[in-house]
């Protein structure tokens, strides 16, 4: 019911002697993820660092990788080399594109397997997305890319034959940078679309997380079937390589994963910190691909 209709129904019960019937409320949207094992940061590096980028990320958490191949993984004419890597800690897809890479792919963030696209992509629009491609098939299943408040894309893809992955040993963060202008809406759009639950909304998180030792941001975490994700909003002013971390990685001891990062060619770019409950560190993987990874403070 929307605010006029609601206007008028409450004008109406003011003047009437009886009261009018009760409406069912309407349906809850239906939830159309699938699983966070099945949810994929999207990595794009250069075909002559795949197989190094490949090696240095499963060599820091482990897990195994699907057959590498070249595909054409959009609707227009284009080539990538493409790989699977199936860790513990969290699945991605890497990209390494021997064509030009058509619009609009490239910038978007993380792909989500859907149970049903075209109720998915209609559920997504409902509340707020926009889509930068209408949905096309791939080799094995259907694809879209959508656009949320702050500029967030992400793809939102459906498999022919239902894939079977094993499921995590811990939930990789989606790591999104908002302003103030855009991270509220956002959210409400994100909630209502992903059925998202806000686990903490910290209002004055240290700044000194994001490079702005002095100042303070908003830090909001939320969880839900597509898995983790923690909205920084702040001012946008941030130091390199603040705001180039898509995800965050969590696991059992940062030290020992550090330390396998390290042998396997991986540079870390901010030391381990205090980050909200957190012990954090950001570090690049041969390619250029960064990430933030954690351990839980206390466990």
């Known amino acids: 019911m929307n605010r006029i209709t609601l206007m008028m129904a409450t004008a109406l019960v003011a003047i009437s002697p009886a009261p009018a019937p009760a409406k069912a409320a309407p349906a809850a949207s239906t939830d159309y993820a699938v699983g966070p094992q099945y949810d994929t940061t999207h990595v794009y590096v250069a075909p002559e660092d795949f197989d190094r980028f490949?090696?240095?990320?499963?060599?820091?958490?482990?897990?195994?990788?699907?057959?590498?191949?070249?595909?054409?993984?959009?609707?227009?004419?284009s080539q990538t080399k493409s790989q699977l890597a199936l860790t513990p800690a969290g699945t991605i897809s890497v990209f390494g594109f021997l064509t030009p890479i058509p619009y609009p792919f490239g910038a978007e963030r993380t792909g989500y397997l859907v149970r049903?696209?075209?109720?998915?992509?209609?559920?997504?629009?409902?509340?707020?997305?926009?889509?930068?491609?209408?949905?096309?098939?791939?080799?094995?299943?259907?694809?879209?890319?959508?656009?949320?408040?702050g500029g967030v894309n992400m793809q939102l893809y459906w498999h022919t034959a239902t894939p079977s992955y094993p499921a995590l040993?811990?939930?990789?963060?989606?790591?999104?940078?908002?302003?103030?202008?855009?991270?509220?809406?956002?959210?409400?759009?994100?909630?209502?679309?992903?059925?998202?639950?806000?686990?903490?909304?910290?209002?004055?998180?240290?700044?000194a997380e994001i490079g702005q030792p002095g100042n303070t941001y908003r830090r909001i975490r939320l969880t839900s079937g597509y898995g983790k994700m923690?909205?920084?909003?702040?001012?946008?002013?941030?130091?390199?390589?603040?705001?180039?971390?898509?995800?965050?990685?969590?696991?059992?001891?940062?030290?020992?994963?550090?330390?396998?990062?390290?042998?396997?060619?991986?540079?870390?770019?901010?030391?381990?910190?205090?980050?909200?409950?957190?012990?954090?560190?950001?570090?690049r993987f041969p390619g250029g691909y960064i990430a933030e990874i954690h351990s839980v403070v206390g466990e």
């Open 54 to 77: 490949i090696a240095s990320f499963t060599a820091t958490f482990g897990g195994t990788t699907s057959k590498q191949g070249v595909f054409q993984v959009t609707p227009t004419a």
């Open 116 to 149: 049903d696209m075209d109720a998915a992509v209609a559920s997504a629009v409902k509340h707020g997305a926009t889509r930068l491609i209408t949905s096309f098939p791939d080799p094995i299943g259907r694809d879209v890319v959508v656009q949320w408040a």
């Open 169 to 207: 040993t811990t939930v990789p963060e989606n790591r999104i940078y908002l302003t103030r202008d855009a991270a509220d809406r956002f959210v409400k759009q994100w909630t209502g679309f992903a059925h998202a639950k806000v686990t903490s909304d910290e209002k004055a998180a240290p700044g």
């Open 230 to 283: 923690s909205v920084i909003v702040s001012d946008g002013q941030l130091p390199w390589p603040y705001g180039r971390d898509m995800t965050g990685y969590a696991v059992a001891d940062l030290g020992a994963t550090l330390d396998k990062a390290e042998a396997a060619g991986v540079e870390t770019l901010v030391p381990a910190h205090e980050d909200g409950g957190h012990q954090s560190a950001i570090v």
